[in-house]
């Protein structure tokens, strides 16, 4: 895996140089069909990217937020999302990410969550330590529900998943974050992650960050998460704690 980790740090080298040329800087500031903002960063991030791997890995395909698919021949899938967190970067907030997967017949194998700003990069590998800035990070234990800090981009996630919201207990939560809570997650300072909605360029990348720094991830109803997952996505730094959340989420 050295060869694709050698590239996709590559990949985030060149994402960071863009994003720090348009961070706090003024742009426009384009709402494209599902509502969701996108801007010359954005797309900037991911035309180079995809110029890389065209070059350097020509067989594989490609899976972008922002220029969609690219067929490939190999098996291989390079998953990107040049800006996770796009409406924190309009408002100057470190909190986004570049994510960088890079999936085996549909389920991830490798995972970059990258922080140009704050210079924070989590590199994941399938059976291997999650690095965090180089060093192997894992997340706590945590003993019980009660007692966990519980992270969650946005409340409008979960509108249409019936009774998970109303069992939410506010007091527990925090809201925001994007892709950087889940490398605080394998750091050790948050306990779970609940979200819906996602598309695979969202969540391909975290999971083998989260794996790797000992926590679990899967859908909501348990399954290991790939390019057909249904969008909902429960992560936690202590494996032991998926009973309870699966009660939480009234999965069967």
């Not at 991830?108 to 330590?129: N, S, Y």
């Not at 950087?180 to 992650?193: C, E, F, H, S």
């Amino acid at each position: 895996m050295q060869e694709f980790v050698a590239l996709a740090n590559r990949l985030a080298d060149e994402a960071g140089e863009i994003v720090r040329q348009y961070y706090r800087q003024p742009f426009e500031v384009e709402t494209k069909d599902d509502d969701s903002p996108v801007t010359i960063a954005d797309r900037s991030i991911e035309q180079r990217m995809r110029e890389l791997i065209e070059k350097e890995r020509p067989q594989d395909g490609i899976l972008g937020e922002e220029f969609g698919v690219k067929d490939g021949e190999s098996g291989l899938t390079w998953v990107l999302d040049p800006i996770d967190g796009t409406k924190s970067f309009v408002i100057g907030r470190p909190t986004f990410g570049t994510l960088i997967a890079l999936c085996e017949d549909g389920v991830p194998k490798l995972g970059v969550i990258d922080q140009a700003i704050l210079k924070e990069r989590w590199v994941g590998v399938d059976g291997a330590e999650t690095r965090f800035n180089g060093e192997a990070v894992k997340t706590t234990p945590c003993s019980s529900l009660d007692k966990a800090r519980i992270g969650s981009t946005t409340p409008d996630m979960f509108k249409h998943t019936g009774p998970v919201y109303k069992n939410f207990n506010e007091g527990r939560f925090f809201w925001g974050g994007d892709c950087y809570q889940y490398g605080l997650m394998a750091n050790g300072y948050v306990d779970v992650i609940l979200e819906a909605g996602m598309k695979p360029y969202d969540y391909a990348a975290l999971v083998p960050v989260v794996k790797g720094a000992g926590g679990r991830i899967s859908d909501f109803a348990g399954n290991d998460l790939n390019l057909e997952s249904d969008g909902t996505v429960a992560a936690c730094g202590d494996r032991s704690l998926w009973p309870e959340i699966k009660e939480l989420l009234k999965c069967k």
